[in-house]
């Protein structure tokens, strides 16, 4: 069994930061397993930066999105962003400098990293997408329904 496992309930409902989440989920497992395993640190080290460059890809694209969709935590999200950021940067940093720095507790360390940035706040943007959508769908219903001329229907 994987060590990180996707779950339905950690959709964003966008498509292509579902599919990022899910793409590293793949790298932080893939980091348990080369390490379980016993692998050279310097393949390890490579997994890890994959995992530091891919992560700093989807959280510039989630903001885009953010963006996009007017979102009134956009700042406070990319603040949390750096951090992530900055705090898998310096295990990687500390890693090249140290290979038996490198306990099973990293992988914990990973797996909170990501899944409770998803749920705690990726889910928060969900919710105001549907929030949104919903909104946006009742305007346009009244808007048809204001448009209606009354003998008609
Ligand atoms: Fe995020």
């Known amino acids: 069994m994987a060590f990180l496992s996707w779950r339905e309930d950690y959709r964003v409902g ?3 930061i579902d599919e990022e ?4 989920f793949e790298l932080i497992n893939e980091f348990h397993d080369r390490h ?37 935590a956009h700042a406070a ?28 507790d990293t992988h914990s360390f990973l797996r909170n ?3 409770s940035h998803i749920l705690t706040h990726d889910l928060q943007f969900a919710d105001y997408l549907a929030l949104r959508a919903e909104t946006a769908r009742r305007e ?9 001329p009354e003998d008609e229907g």
Request: aromatic share 8%; net charge negative.
């Open 21 to 24: 989440h899910r793409g590293l």
């Open 140 to 148: 346009q219903e009244n808007r048809r329904a204001s448009e209606t």
């Open 77 to 104: 999200h990319c603040r949390m962003h750096e951090e992530l950021y900055l705090a898998i940067f310096r295990l990687s940093e500390e890693l090249a400098a140290d290979s038996s720095s490198m306990t099973m």
């Open 113 to 115: 990293w990501l899944v």
């Open 14 to 16: 966008v498509e292509h």
């Open 36 to 72: 379980r395993g016993g692998a050279d640190p310097k393949d390890l080290a490579k997994v890890l930066n994959d995992l530091v460059q891919y992560a700093e890809e989807h959280f510039r694209h989630e903001e885009q999105t953010m963006l996009e969709n007017e979102y009134p």
